[in-house]
């Protein structure tokens, strides 16, 4: 079992070095799952097996020391040396084989039903959310509510609320669902979006913005050419606003995806996009508008691909004072 536990080991590392390097996608909710299933293995096999075989073999011990100090008292022999506890203990330790798997089951475990159910870390890696988010923001998901979801799968099992205009939320690239997304919910099921000459209309009518200061790009991982001051604006979507950027030397127009599912929803002119979002799906924007890739190209975003609302941000490494709620 030890040779077996330190192949599953080498493996592990294998593919998590090939994941890091980009050598092969890899999937962190599947990988937790798996681990959570074998290290509940070994823990049934060390409470079930092992422990009580340890067990034995220690109460073995014991009978053995037990009997021969008796034949040596019938022979009125009353001092006996040999002392057993070292040798017990040593029957009744964990071998590192058992300590590495079924020691880590409950702390993997209560990882699993954390990020499974209630909350899932995610960092911040472009810059489509700013001013919103920034690169390297850590991140809070609320996984449970917009309803409870089977683990790997996504299926929705319980409902609970349904996304709202102004939602910021992770779901799952529909292009390629092994890679998690962030935006703004901009339209719902039934609803009309408009993006033209960079304005946002929702149903035929404008949406409410109002000029602010100009945001200055500290990094300059807006556009990629260096620091500058930008457009930005205060915009109105559902019940709070929220903050938005715009480039006015950006084109309107939008170049999108040669294929997506309800493409033909979706009418594209020199102006920009206007699409009708179809039923159990979302139409997702950045608030970085002229540098986010968003529904606007690849099209809508279905309810099974919801991941959860985020809602906190807990850390950034490259800036201290960023931490606390953004909705």
């Known amino acids: 079992m030890g040779a077996l536990t330190g192949v599953l080991y080498g493996c592990l590392v294998v593919f998590l070095g090939g994941w890091y390097l980009g050598k092969w996608p890899g999937n962190f909710s599947f990988l937790l799952f798996i681990l959570t299933v074998v290290t509940l293995v ?3 096999a060390e ?8 067990q034995a073999a220690a109460r073995n011990l014991e009978a053995q020391d037990a009997a021969r100090r008796q034949q040596l008292a019938d022979k009125g022999i009353a001092k006996v040396d040999g002392d057993i506890s070292s040798a017990r203990e040593a029957l009744l330790a964990q071998p590192w084989w058992l300590d590495w798997t079924a020691g880590l089951f409950p702390v993997i475990l209560v990882v699993f039903l954390l990020r499974s159910f209630l909350f899932e870390p995610f960092k911040i890696p472009s810059a489509s959310m700013v001013p919103t988010l920034l690169i390297g923001d850590l991140i809070l998901v609320n996984k449970y509510h917009y309803g409870i979801r089977l683990p790997v799968i996504n299926k929705k099992i319980i409902p609970l609320n349904e996304p709202q205009r102004g939602d910021v939320m992770v779901f799952r690239y529909p292009a390629n669902p092994t890679i998690d997304y962030i935006k703004r919910v901009v339209g719902v099921p039934g609803d009309e979006v408009a993006y033209l000459n960079q304005k946002l209309y929702l149903n035929g009518k404008p949406v409410p913005t109002q000029t602010l200061p100009e945001f200055y790009d500290e990094d300059g991982t807006q556009a990629g050419d260096g620091m500058r001051y930008r457009a930005q604006f205060s915009e109105k979507l559902g019940e709070k606003d929220h903050r938005i950027l715009v480039d006015p030397k950006r084109p309107s127009y939008v170049v999108p995806h040669a294929t997506f599912p309800y493409k033909e929803n979706c009418r594209y002119s020199a102006e920009g996009i206007t699409c009708k979002v179809p039923a159990g799906h979302y139409f997702m924007m950045g608030d ?13 975003v279905p309810d099974e691909n919801i991941v959860g609302k985020a809602f906190f941000i807990w850390m950034n490494f490259g800036n201290f004072k960023r931490f606390g709620s953004f909705n």
């Open 288 to 300: 970085n508008r002229d540098y986010s890739e968003d529904s606007r190209f690849w099209g809508f």
């Open 47 to 54: 409470r079930f097996r092992f422990a009580p075989a340890r």
């Open 42 to 44: 070994y823990w049934l």
